[in-house]
Nanobody
Framework: QVQLVESGGGLVQAGGSLTLSCTTS????????IGWFRQAPAKEREFVAA????????IYADSVKGRFTVSRDAAKETVALQMNSLKPEDTAVYYC???????????????????WGQGTQVTISS
């Protein structure tokens, strides 16, 4: 059973930065896509960013383009989400997830992901 653990959440002021990390209890497969999603109170879970482990290609939600960067560290089996210029509307629980059979067309779709972490809270104060 694959376990994913997110870390790095916290409380920061608007305009600040945070870096989230996602680690796995096993390892990421070459074809995996590792995605970041978020869910704010009373809202549906939404896609944030994703990266394919071997290819390294990345996609972002329009709302975070230019502010967030997803990256991978093969030596540490970790995927990071660097978040800059944070806004109060970025407040949410952030989840990482793994899609074992990703395509560019499906990487933004949460139902395609096979494994999920427990989430980490990110709160941005105005």
């Amino acid at each position: 059973q694959v376990q994913l653990v997110e870390s790095g959440g916290g409380l920061v002021q608007a305009g600040g930065s945070l870096t989230l990390s996602c680690t796995t209890s096993t390892f990421f497969y070459a074809n995996d896509a590792i995605g970041w999603f978020r869910q704010a109170p009373a809202k549906e879970r939404e896609f944030v960013a994703a990266i394919r482990w071997r290819l390294g290609d990345k996609i972002y939600a329009d709302s975070v383009k230019g502010r967030f960067t997803v990256s991978r560290d093969a030596a540490k089996e970790t995927v990071a989400l660097q978040m800059n210029s944070l806004k109060p509307e970025d407040t949410a629980v952030y989840y990482c997830a793994v899609d074992r059979t990703p395509t560019p067309a499906t990487m933004k779709i949460s139902s395609n992901y096979d494994y999920w972490g427990q989430g980490t809270q990110v709160t941005i104060s105005s």
